[in-house]
């Protein structure tokens, strides 16, 4: 596997002013693993403290949150040396040991000099409950693998060279290539474990099962957040969701056995678990992006999930190689939204707010801090009204991306590109 962000952990290696960096994400999206990667290739040794698995590390913490001691008794307990400039230490499944999270500001402030990342998922829980070392810590996320990862997992390298230097004039042959990876990826998706499972054997319906486990286990997490929200309730959002993909979240759509501030809430908590994504609908007369109102809309983690929860039975438009195009335009989107999250794009929307008004755009993002509005076509027909609309009538911004299947092409502002160069 390799994955993109270990460029951002080598960066911050080499940084003059590096604090202790935390990296957040669902469960399940390769933290640890990326984290343990790179400790090899850029370290002497990694020293890793798994506050789930090792109880007896919490003690240390609790006496007191001097880094200096707390170090030397992790030396010792380890039967190791740890020699600050040259090995990693790794806290991972933070969340659990909140001392440890707390801790983190007097390593900053007083060694320095310490390689130190943390790893842990339901973050967003604990910092409700701690003081959180603001300004002492720096933080990445990790989303699922891209199309691009999956690509070079698949051995397709090359494949990947040629998209990204925005080919033109390509063969048939090779866009056809093109769109059957894209095809698998939007059944596989972007969780490392399934992408492994399908890069050995090919096999959706082993996919299958491991996205089944994947989602058995993230419900099994709905127990973490009781009584705070339901867990059936839960439940009934993420079902729902998966059915309203692209859509402006209305929560009485969501489950029709709660009240809406339940919902709300449980809409929140999926959200912080990060198995879903709010993205809002802002103004786009100048920066900075600001909400418009109270509408957005909301993505699941990953494609592979969504299609797995669902229940879409995919298989015939996989044959008839028009997966792109099918689940009313669903999947193109979420993929289209899954690309460009996990490159840190602050993703948003637009949509006319005024009563009767229906132009809306599916995406906005800044790009060399300008405006740039995406639409994502999952078909081979559509007018462009409301892109069209928004240029004509907001002079600020001077350009826009069309991602569908279809061709390299310019036409005044608008820049057609192939569904599979988002993200790129």
């Known amino acids: 596997m390799v994955r993109e962000k270990l460029n951002k952990l080598v960066e911050w290696k080499h940084k003059s002013n590096r604090k202790p960096l935390i990296l957040n994400g669902a469960r399940q999206v390769g933290k640890s693993w990326l984290i343990r ?40 307990l380890k039967g190791k040396n740890i020699s600050a400039k040259i090995d990693l230490l790794f806290f991972d499944e933070i969340q659990m040991c909140p001392e440890a999270l707390m801790a983190l500001r007097y390593f900053y402030e007083e060694m320095p000099d310490l390689h130190l990342i943390a790893a842990g998922s ?72 399934c992408i492994k499972l399908y890069c050995e054997n090919e096999d959706f319906n082993a996919v299958s099962e491991v996205q089944h486990d ?87 983690l990953d494609i592979g999930l969504l299609l797995s929860t669902s229940k879409f039975n995919f298989r015939e438009a996989y044959i008839n190689k028009n997966l792109l195009a099918t689940y009313e335009g669903k999947l193109a989107e979420q993929f289209v939204a899954q690309q460009l999250m996990a490159q840190n794009n602050d993703l948003k929307y637009w949509a006319r707010t005024e009563p009767a008004a229906n132009a809306e755009i599916d ?40 991602f569908g299947k279809m061709k390299f092409g310019t036409n005044d502002k608008i820049n057609f590109k192939p569904m599979y160069m988002a993200g790129m």
């Open 37 to 76: 990667e790179f400790g090899r290739l850029h370290f002497e040794q990694v020293i890793e403290i798994n506050f789930e698995k090792n109880l007896e590390y919490h003690q240390i913490f609790k006496t007191n949150l001097d880094p200096r001691r707390i170090l030397r008794e992790i030396a010792l």
């Open 122 to 193: 339901l973050l967003d829980f604990t910092f409700r409950h701690i003081p959180f070392p603001v300004g002492r810590v720096e933080f990445e996320t990790l989303h699922p693998m891209t199309f691009a990862e999956f690509l070079m997992a698949r051995n397709r390298k090359n494949l990947l060279e040629l998209i990204k230097n925005e080919p033109h004039s390509i063969s048939d042959a090779i866009e056809t290539l093109i769109y059957d990876e894209l095809q698998n990826y939007f059944v596989v998706g972007g969780m490392p474990e």
């Open 214 to 300: 994947l989602m058995y286990s993230f419900r099994q997490d709905f127990r973490k957040y009781q009584p705070q929200v339901n867990s059936d309730c839960l439940l009934d959002i993420l079902e729902n969701t998966s059915k309203n993909i692209g859509n402006q979240t209305i929560y009485s759509k969501l489950t029709d056995r709660f009240t809406g501030p339940t919902i709300k809430q449980g809409h929140q908590v999926l959200c912080m678990a990060r198995l879903l994504h709010k993205i809002e609908n802002v103004g786009i007369t100048a920066l900075p992006l600001v909400a418009s109102g109270k509408q957005f809309k909301t993505f699941f």
């Open 363 to 402: 995406f906005v993002i800044l790009e060399n801090n300008e405006i740039m509005p995406v639409e994502v076509k999952a078909g081979t027909k559509g007018s462009l009204k409301s892109l069209h609309y928004l240029l004509d009538n907001y002079k600020n911004i001077t350009s826009a991306t069309v």
